[in-house]
């Protein structure tokens, strides 16, 4: 059983990969082209060739192709670690059913994954960035993706050991936890601020706010269509009813 979960996780994400890919194609290639038009424009006005690098790839395939098979490998891959979750919480973190237990989370997977590691390092552009330090960045990144998944885990165990008390006040004594406990990692890691004084504030907001609806697109698309899955599955499936419960 476990493994229909897991296929159809995979298959939800990789539908949701598809609904992703559209939004980063039609909203984000604008803004990734405008960066790197902006990138040669120094490179000429430095007195530099921008055409003497030799292109590994070019722009039509790392926009198309490349672009593509990332974001469906990713939601393949997520699709499947988030069945492997939800088979966990099912009938434990919550009493919700499966549609229900699956959006929920999908929004906790949203905020740990992607909202909190953003608030801090959230993505830049091309031309944004230096390349001595992007080992350091991605560093800092994903320790603090390893920290803010760690806290909502703690967040939902602390609920669930409250939950006696009241779901109301468990969920808000959790929340009020996870929150503060959030903000003190994020004041507590070093901050990174190599935005040139020269770009484009508005190109860079529009950036990081598709960077993020990519994400929401999603991970909406993983809880959703999963959901509708795993609840044909569960109703089909007698024995996996009892062991969830």
Do not use: C
């Amino acid at each position: 059983m476990m493994g229909n979960l897991l296929l159809r996780g995979m298959i939800a994400g990789l539908i949701a990969g598809v609904l992703a890919f559209a939004v980063a194609y039609t909203l984000g290639e604008p803004e990734v082209n405008y960066a790197i038009g902006l990138e040669e424009q120094k490179a000429i006005a430095a007195g530099e060739d921008p055409s003497a690098e030799p292109e590994i790839v070019s722009r039509e395939v790392q926009s198309t192709i490349g672009l593509a098979t990332g974001i469906l490998a990713f939601g393949a891959a997520a699709g499947g670690i988030f069945a492997l979750v939800f088979a966990y919480a099912y009938g434990r973190a919550t009493t919700l059913g499966a549609r229900g237990t699956s959006a929920l989370l999908a929004v906790a997977a949203y905020v740990a994954v992607v909202i909190v590691p953003q608030v801090k390092y959230a993505p830049n552009p091309p031309a944004v960035g230096s390349g001595e330090t992007i080992g350091a960045r991605t560093s800092l990144f994903f320790g603090l993706l390893v920290v803010s998944i760690a806290l909502m885990v703690l967040a939902v165990l602390l609920a669930r050991r409250l939950w006696a008390q009241g779901a109301w006040r468990a969920g808000i004594t959790a929340g009020l936890a996870w929150l503060a406990a959030v903000v003190v990692v994020l004041l507590a890691l070093p901050s990174v601020k190599e935005v040139p004084a020269d770009f484009s504030a508005d190109s860079l907001y529009r950036f990081r706010m598709v960077s993020l609806a990519i994400h929401a697109v999603l991970w909406a698309g993983i809880g959703l269509i999963f959901g509708a899955l795993a609840e044909r599955l569960i109703a089909a499936s007698p024995r996996l009813r009892p062991a969830a419960a």
